[in-house]
């Protein structure tokens, strides 16, 4: 069949460029192999990475008509429109060139800051097959970024360290037990922009092409940390302090305690006196007081409390076993 | 008249009353039996270890199972996170594990048969979108609604089962006689899970959907959970000073839209609770009701 096969060429200064390409192509073939036979056979200068045209090199990833995808695991039928296919740039992402973006801002530096080897002074022992099961789990994903070109919160922050370096990074690591160094690696982690910054909206599992799930790694990666008493870095110490806060709260009354939660949070009277929380949150507190959003009676504990701190206090007591 | 049991959720019973008082209402004109349950737990909200929230939430869903209906929530953090523990729990295995570590000795036992759904899903699957339009005695014809989802009503696909739930809101808007204006962040994050860990981020998440509603021409925007309402609405302010700019987007929780609907009015409603205010709605609704008598 044949098939326009449209570019949208950033950064392309030549006045000369073309943009539009009809090729002749077996419908059952991939999308890249359709960009590939454009930039052998018509414009040598069209750029774009991929090479393994088998979804392993991860390498390819762009937007094809709209949708965001690994060109050679998809089909032309599949993805032409009206005879035509639009390809282009992922979203927040720095262009290079045409279709190429630096992959280096946007993923490899972020993998990096999870030191992605193992640290084991030297002596690895023998371990289970199964227990490597996670570990190959995260090793399935080829760094094809939809997670993170899906993620919402890069969408505002580009510097969020997002779900693929802590997939293939932290959870690769972490989930290894040959590796040494996992309480370091969460405190690591959890400073800003790192493992706390997710708001779990299950976007990157919802992206991912090979089903690897990453939100559901992110949040199991969160329950380790716990586990391990780090509930986030040295210099993020909010995220701990809403752990904290939270928990308290629930295990105190069975359920959330609104004012102590945010006093505890902000170190607001009478948990502490910090004047940038006061100042940050006292109008919002005053308003949700004068609205009726904010009640002045104390707060109630549910009817099964005691139950629920029961569960707090065996789930602890496992955590301390472990440690011990 | 379908019966459920009731889970409002920390924050229709702390900072969100008016969620509360409104889906009170709308229930009972429509017939939806609320058998509220009190001895039970926060669900975690994605906040505490699912070490933790799993064996909470497995108590919830035994009382549930107990009554014999299904589990209803107004919040889809609550909705998100109590199936997903759900989904879990019915691996045999760990809900065995489950139930003789933490529910036995209150001779509680989880079985694996409660349904978790929204009011939402309630609203389209038990109620039905023909009788929700029959009992529009105000339709809010002309009132331009951009529905907001957040996250957990459309992801994951195990915890949400049915795909088609993912447009529900528009479907209710349009069988209530309102004009849905859609927005391209409808199924992102509001911000809230990142208020007081990274503000910034929260903050520039809810000025980018908020102003999207309001440059597509929405009237307000419509939130199926009490914390999209606490960050679009509640920090709408903050999020403007942020961004420089005038958002001034009018937030309303799904109970209050169908209610106004229903004939309720938006005071019968607590919209008057919001920060944002919702005057250019409620003009609108005031302005039916006068057509309508």
Redesign the interface.
């Given at each position: 069949m044949q098939v326009t096969m449209k570019f949208v060429r950033t950064k392309n200064e030549d006045p000369d460029q073309r943009d539009s390409f009809v090729v002749d192509v077996d419908p059952e073939t991939s999308v890249f192999e359709a960009m590939s036979k454009v930039r052998e056979e018509q414009d040598g200068s069209l750029a774009f990475r991929g090479t393994c045209n088998t979804g392993f090199c991860g390498d390819c990833t762009c937007q094809a008509n709209g949708k965001r995808v690994v060109p050679c695991l998809v089909k032309v039928k599949d993805s032409v429109k009206e005879d035509a296919i639009e390809i282009k740039l992922i979203r927040n992402v720095a262009p290079v060139k045409d279709v190429l973006y630096d992959v280096d801002q946007f993923m490899w530096k972020k993998y990096k800051y999870f030191r992605p080897w193992l640290e084991t002074n030297g002596t690895a022992p023998a371990v289970k097959d199964e227990d490597l099961e996670p570990v190959r789990l995260a090793m399935r994903c080829t760094v094809c970024g939809l997670c993170d070109e899906g993620c919402?919160?890069i969408?505002?922050?580009k510097e969020?360290l997002g779900p693929m370096a802590l997939t293939k990074g932290l959870y690769r690591t972490t989930k290894d037990p040959r590796d040494q160094d996992t309480k370091q690696r969460f405190i690591e982690a959890g400073e800003?922009?790192g493992l706390?910054?997710c708001?779990?909206?299950?976007?990157a599992?919802?992206h991912c092409p090979w089903g690897i799930?990453p939100?559901?790694l992110i949040?199991d990666l969160?329950?380790d940390s716990?586990?391990l008493g780090v509930k986030s870095g040295k210099g993020?110490p909010?995220?701990a302090?809403?752990?904290n806060a939270?928990?308290d709260s629930?295990k105190k009354s069975?359920?959330?305690n609104?004012r102590m939660l945010a006093s505890k949070?902000?170190g607001l009277p009478p948990y502490g006196l910090s004047l940038s929380g006061m100042m940050?949150q006292m109008p919002?507190a005053l308003?949700?007081i004068r609205?009726?959003?904010?009640?002045l009676r104390p707060h109630k504990s549910?009817?099964?409390?005691r139950?629920?701190a029961?569960?707090?206090a065996?789930?602890e007591q496992?955590h301390k076993n472990k440690k011990a | 008249m379908v019966k459920v049991a009731f889970y409002p959720g920390c924050v229709a019973k702390g900072s969100c009353p008016e969620l509360y008082t409104s889906s009170i209402k709308v229930c009972e004109k429509l017939g939806i039996e609320l058998a509220e349950l009190e001895d039970v737990g926060c669900t975690g909200a994605g906040v505490l270890s699912s070490e933790i929230s799993d064996p909470i939430n497995a108590r919830t869903l035994a009382k549930a199972e107990q009554m014999g209906v299904p589990l209803m929530t107004i919040c889809s953090t609550c909705t998100g996170v109590i199936a997903l523990a759900n989904v879990r729990l019915q691996d045999p295995e760990y809900r065995d594990k489950i139930n003789r570590e933490f529910l036995a000795e209150d001779g509680l036992e989880y079985k694996g048969t409660t349904e978790v759904k929204h009011l939402l899903w309630v609203l389209v699957e038990d109620v039905g979108l023909d009788v929700l339009t029959a009992a529009s005695t105000q339709p809010l014809e002309g009132v331009k609604i951009s529905p907001f989802y957040g996250c957990y009503l459309r992801r994951p696909d195990e915890a949400i089962k049915d795909g088609n739930r993912k447009s529900y809101i528009e479907k209710v808007t349009q069988a209530i006689g309102g004009t849905n204006v859609d927005i391209s962040g409808k199924g992102k994050c509001c911000g809230f899970p990142s208020l007081t860990i990274n503000e910034e981020n929260a903050l520039a998440m809810t000025a980018k959907h908020t102003s999207e509603a309001r440059d597509k021409g929405a009237d307000a925007m419509v939130v199926p959970c009490p914390l999209c309402h606490l960050e679009l609405d509640g920090q709408q302010s903050r999020a403007e000073a942020q961004e420089k700019q005038d958002i001034d987007m009018p937030i309303l929780h799904l109970s209050q839209l169908v209610g106004m609907a229903l004939g309720f009015t938006p005071s019968e409603m607590e919209v008057q609770r919001h920060f944002v205010s919702t005057k250019n709605v409620e003009e609108k609704v005031k302005s039916l009701a006068v057509t309508a008598s």
């Open positions: 919402t919160v969408d505002v922050d969020f800003k922009k706390w910054d708001v779990h909206c299950w976007e599992s919802e799930n939100t559901h949040m969160r329950d716990i586990a993020n909010m995220a302090r809403h752990y939270f928990a629930v069975g359920w959330l609104e949070t902000y940050s919002i308003k949700a609205k009726g959003k904010a009640s549910r009817p099964g409390a139950q629920i029961k569960i707090f065996k789930v496992s | -």
